[in-house]
Nanobody, 123 residues
Framework: HVQLAESGGGSVQAGDSLRLSCEGS?????????MAWFRQAPGKEREFVAL????????LYADSVKGRFTISKENAKNTVHLQMNVLKSEDAAVYYC???????????????WGQGTQVTVAS
């Protein structure tokens, strides 16, 4: 079955940009799947960030990142990206890539998760 691996995290200054990537291996991501990014800051619950429908590329964003973050996909590479611009201190978190069976922001609908990548933002 598909395994996910994130990369691209790091430490940046507020206002900088980062691009996260999530590569799926070990299987095919089916067209009905939703691929999403979630994040979890210290002491907080994991929250939805962005979502893309694998077949059509339709996207959905959390209000907190709308206009600053862009989710995209490369079907041939089984890869999803999250371009993060104008980063704020409140964006600092561990970012997780996840695969679900449908287009939804509900965490419980996602059954494959990556190990996470740390994003640190200095103000």
């Amino acid at each position: 079955h598909v395994q996910l691996a994130e990369s691209g995290g790091g430490s940046v200054q507020a206002g900088d940009s980062l691009r996260l990537s999530c590569e799926g291996s070990g299987g095919r991501i089916y067209s009905s799947s939703g691929m999403a990014w979630f994040r979890q800051a210290p002491g907080k619950e994991r929250e939805f960030v962005a979502l893309i429908r694998w077949s059509s590329g339709t996207t959905l964003y959390a209000d907190s990142v709308k206009g600053r973050f862009t989710i995209s996909k490369e079907n041939a590479k089984n890869t999803v990206h999250l371009q993060m611009n104008v980063l704020k201190s409140e964006d600092a978190a561990v970012y997780y890539c996840a695969r679900g069976s449908s287009y939804t922001s509900v965490q419980s609908s996602y059954f494959t998760w990556g190990q996470g990548t740390q994003v640190t933002v200095a103000s």
